[in-house]
């Protein structure tokens, strides 16, 4: 009896590794193209400085992804290229807002992310003078500071400013944002802590790369301000979207801070909750016709910008042991970083898995055949996909549970 049982035992495990799939990768040439091209339209020596490099990266010749045609996706814009900023939290969350405008009016439109962009900016600005140089002042932000900025500054079309004054093929921040730098790291060596006339010399500096946003917009023959044209024409209420992050490290169920440099305002505005419920939100609002901004990690062996596709090799955890512990382990010890921000506008099911299309602003984007797009595995969503902004109409049950 016990020898029949040590062969069904046996006989049991070999055909569970006979099932398992090994995933294999090797270090490879990779180079951003589009970023090449980027660099060539401003005039620069592409190939002064290379970006070539050795990446570890997953064979994906043994990826069954779904086509683009297989997703059943929510309007949005088509992609766009965010060129050499750091501004992947805003253009995310803008796509994220058209598509809300045309989930709300049924109106097809196209906002400016670099308004959103300048106002920041001068925020980050008052915040460093503030604090005497404490806090953090870099090109990255979270998608929860869009709304934050619209509340007191509304949202204007592209056509309305086009954040590109000097009128480059591609957006660049580079010289700006040094020069803004440099300018706030000489008041700290000389305590010149004067907010009126460190904030002018910043609108200056901004002014001069971006342009100066308008105060008042034409709509429809009619003047107005752009807090008027979000609220009264676009219908969006920056009160109605809520932000959520599943980490171990801070209490399920209340309110927290995500603790990344890019959350420069220590902003603790979003619900934590177990990761069952981050990841069913996430599926139930996408299947509910809504789409979601997204920010998390890309700088994955899995993350393959020439297949446009994302997934969880199994050198680096098997799907079944993916749960709230590995990803905590994750993120406390760096392997997880805030990296990118991202709009899921669409999902299916293949094989039984779940995919989901994610629109990218990013330059990485632009080196596969889609051309803006990614297909995300639902595991690499659960792993490193860290915060999201929603309506909350989509999270009514969940935010029942929320103290």
Request: hydrophobic share 35%; net charge neutral; glycine share 6%.
């Amino acid at each position: 009896m016990r020898y029949h049982l040590f062969f069904l035992l046996l006989l049991s495990g070999l055909s569970l590794s006979a099932q398992q799939t090994k995933d294999k990768a090797a270090l490879i040439d990779y180079e951003n193209g589009f970023y090449k091209q980027i660099k060539t339209s401003l005039s620069e020596d592409a190939s002064k400085k290379s970006n070539k490099r050795k990446a570890f990266k997953m064979d994906m010749s043994k990826v069954n992804a779904p086509a683009f045609e297989d997703f059943k996706t929510s309007w949005c814009q088509k992609p766009i290229s965010q060129g050499r900023t750091g501004t992947c939290w805003c253009f995310s969350t803008t796509s994220f807002y058209e598509s809300e405008v045309f989930r709300l009016t049924q109106k097809e439109v196209d906002l400016s992310e670099l308004y959103t962009v300048y106002f920041e900016y001068i925020e980050k600005a008052r915040e460093f003078v503030r604090t005497r140089g404490a806090s953090f002042f870099g090109e990255g932000s979270e998608t929860n500071a869009v709304a934050r900025m619209m509340k007191n500054h509304g949202m204007v079309r592209q056509s309305d400013y086009n954040g590109n004054a000097r009128k480059t093929k591609y957006h660049d921040h580079k010289g700006m944002f040094n020069e803004m730098k440099t300018f706030l790291f000489s008041l700290k060596k000389t305590n010149a802590w004067d907010e009126e006339s460190a904030l002018k010399t910043i609108r200056s500096i901004l002014n001069h790369y971006l342009g100066e946003p308008p105060a008042t917009i034409s709509v429809d023959g009619k003047n107005m301000k752009p807090v008027d044209y979000m609220r009264n024409i676009l219908k969006i209420n920056p009160d109605d979207y809520v932000n959520f992050m599943s980490l171990m490290q801070k209490p399920y169920y209340s309110k927290a801070e995500y603790d990344v440099p890019d959350n420069w305002w220590n902003s603790d505005d979003y619900y934590n909750v177990p990761l069952n419920d981050f990841t069913g939100l996430i599926k139930g609002a996408v299947e509910k016709g809504y789409t979601i901004s997204i920010g998390g990690d890309v700088s994955e062996s899995g993350y393959s910008a020439a297949n446009d596709i994302a997934v969880v090799p199994s050198y680096d955890i098997p799907s079944e042991y993916i749960d709230e512990n590995a990803r905590q382990l994750r993120f406390s010890n760096g392997a997880t970083t805030d990296d990118h921000a991202i709009h899921i506008i669409g999902y299916t099911q293949k094989d039984g898995d779940l995919w989901y299309l994610v629109k990218d602003s990013g330059s990485g984007a632009r080196n596969g055949n889609l051309k803006g797009y990614y297909r995300y595995h639902e595991d690499y969503v659960k792993l490193k996909i860290m915060t999201l902004t929603v309506h909350k109409s989509a999270v009514s049950e969940l935010l029942k549970k929320i103290k």
